[in-house]
Nanobody, 120 residues
């Protein structure tokens, strides 16, 4: 059984910072790409940032220069450092990861989500 557990969400004023963490646990052989998504009320879930196993990153335009995704492979953990937060960043943030439990099959797992609220 594989689980992804997010933490680090909360309420912050505009211009502030938060750091989200996502820990993968269970019967994990390896982790391929990891990503952070968000879903605001009444909107579709969108990709915020992604990082490959080789460390290549990708960001949605609205967060470039403000958010940084990183990973610690030894801890099966990845992070989203969010700086200069804006009210438009308010959403439930979800992590996902492509995980190999049985070689060579990858399965996409999702965390339960963590609320980020940015007040103006």
């Amino acid at each position: 059984q594989v689980q992804l557990v997010e933490s680090g969400g909360g309420l912050v004023q505009a211009g502030g910072s938060l750091r989200l963490s996502c820990v993968a646990s269970g019967n994990i052989f390896s982790i391929s790409s990891m990503g952070w998504y968000r879903q605001a009320p009444g909107k579709q879930r969108e990709l915020v940032a992604q990082i490959t196993s080789g460390g290549t990153t990708n960001y949605v335009d609205s967060v470039k220069g403000r958010f940084t995704i990183s990973r610690d492979n030894a801890k099966n953990t990845f992070y989203l450092q969010m700086n200069s937060l804006k009210p438009d960043d308010t959403a439930v943030y979800y992590c996902n990861a492509e995980i190999v439990v049985v070689v060579p099959y990858k399965i996409l797992y999702w965390g339960q989500g963590t609320q980020v609220t940015v007040s103006s």
